[in-house]
């Protein structure tokens, strides 16, 4: 790999000391570095990615590489986390070890994991992506809300509970996981449901083909009442629904493309990441 696109948190990069580091190891290997261009909010700017970059780095966190992905959207560009936070579930590189991945970068093409993502279609034809989940949760009082779960069109269930949770095998481990929900091998093409502290006995997960369609719909309340519920997909964009309304969740075309430089395995990476969390 010749051409090296860095993406970086501020938040956790504030002087760019570490991304300058980077970035002058690269170049000194006779390599091409460029730095991504943020908006005031934090994003990619549309337009800004360079054709010819063959890598994303990303610097920051699990939810810094979430959002790159996200930004990054149809570029399709592989991406690899060096991790500046804490647990660093994605992010595949710690820190003090960013030279040797560089080096293995620099000797030819990695291996990449191409990771499923889903969309979710709602109100007027409104579109969002999400590499771990899409999150329906109750806003305001602290009371259940009901929802009906279709899938292809038929009635699955209703769930009177706090929330409900769809997530994609990368995010299984996530929010999905917190709430009683079963840990998927990252590259399976599945899609789990899993209700938030539902009211009723029967609150187990839902396991889904990748090829099925879902559809969650907000009910009415009790005496009528108009039910308000945020809508958030990986946690960052977030709307609100009301009764009547629904979200149309499937597979997207898109792939979350994470690059793969250590043959840990998946399992032994979430015995030692997630031990004590």
Same mark, same amino acid.
């Given at each position: =790999?010749?051409?090296?696109?860095?993406?970086?948190?501020?938040?956790?990069? $504030?002087?760019?000391?570490?991304?300058?580091?980077? $970035?002058?190891?690269?170049?000194?290997?006779?390599?091409?570095?460029?730095?991504?261009?943020?908006?005031?909010?934090?994003?990619?700017?549309?337009?800004?990615?360079?054709?010819?970059?063959?890598?994303?780095?990303?610097?920051?966190?699990? #939810?810094?590489?979430?959002?790159?992905? !996200?930004?990054?959207?149809?570029?399709?560009?592989?991406?690899?986390?060096?991790?500046?936070?804490?647990? #660093?579930?994605?992010?595949?590189?710690? +820190?003090?070890?960013?030279?040797?991945?560089?080096? @293995?970068?620099?000797?030819?093409?990695?291996?990449?994991?191409?990771?499923?993502?889903?969309?979710?279609?709602?109100?007027?034809?409104?579109?969002?992506?999400?590499?771990?989940?899409?999150? +329906?949760?109750?806003?305001?009082?602290?009371?259940?809300?009901?929802?009906?779960?279709?899938?292809?069109?038929?009635?699955?269930?209703?769930? +009177?509970?706090?929330?409900?949770?769809? *997530?994609?095998?990368?995010?299984?481990?996530?929010?999905?996981?917190?709430?009683?929900?079963?840990?998927?091998?990252?590259?399976? !093409?599945?899609?789990?449901?899993?209700?938030?502290?539902?009211?009723?006995?029967?609150?187990?997960?839902?396991?889904?083909?990748?090829?099925? =369609?879902?559809?969650?719909?907000?009910?009415?309340?009790?005496?009528?009442?108009?039910? @308000?519920?945020? +809508?958030?997909?990986?946690?960052?964009? @977030?709307?609100?629904?009301?009764?009547?309304?629904?979200?149309?969740?499937?597979?997207?075309?898109?792939?979350? $493309?994470?690059?793969?430089? *250590?043959?840990?395995?998946?399992?032994?990476?979430?015995?030692?990441?997630?031990?004590?969390?």
């Amino acid at each position: =790999m010749d051409c090296f696109y860095i993406i970086t948190n501020k938040l956790k990069d $504030r002087d760019y000391k570490i991304t300058n580091e980077i $970035r002058t190891y690269i170049e000194e290997h006779g390599k091409k570095c460029i730095l991504s261009e943020k908006d005031s909010e934090g994003h990619i700017i549309p337009g800004t990615v360079p054709e010819d970059a063959q890598c994303g780095l990303v610097l920051g966190g699990d #939810g810094t590489l979430i959002r790159a992905v !996200r930004d990054l959207g149809k570029c399709n560009m592989p991406l690899l986390g060096i991790n500046l936070g804490t647990l #660093g579930y994605l992010t595949e590189v710690e +820190l003090k070890d960013f030279r040797q991945a560089l080096d @293995q970068l620099f000797a030819g093409d990695p291996d990449v994991e191409d990771r499923m993502m889903i969309e979710g279609v709602f109100g007027r034809g409104r579109r969002d992506l999400a590499v771990n989940d899409i999150v +329906l949760t109750r806003e305001g009082k602290v009371r259940i809300v009901q929802f009906n779960l279709y899938v292809n069109g038929t009635l699955l269930n209703t769930y +009177l509970a706090d929330g409900v949770i769809i *997530s994609t095998p990368t995010g299984s481990t996530g929010y999905n996981l917190s709430a009683g929900g079963p840990v998927v091998e990252p590259t399976a !093409r599945i899609i789990v449901i899993t209700p938030i502290c539902s009211h009723a006995l029967n609150t187990s997960s839902v396991v889904l083909s990748a090829d099925d =369609m879902i559809e969650v719909e907000v009910c009415e309340g009790r005496y009528g009442r108009q039910e @308000q519920v945020s +809508l958030c997909f990986d946690g960052a964009e @977030q709307t609100t629904l009301v009764t009547g309304e629904r979200v149309c969740i499937r597979r997207a075309p898109e792939t979350a $493309r994470l690059i793969k430089l *250590s043959r840990e395995s998946f399992m032994k990476t979430m015995r030692k990441k997630m031990k004590g969390n």
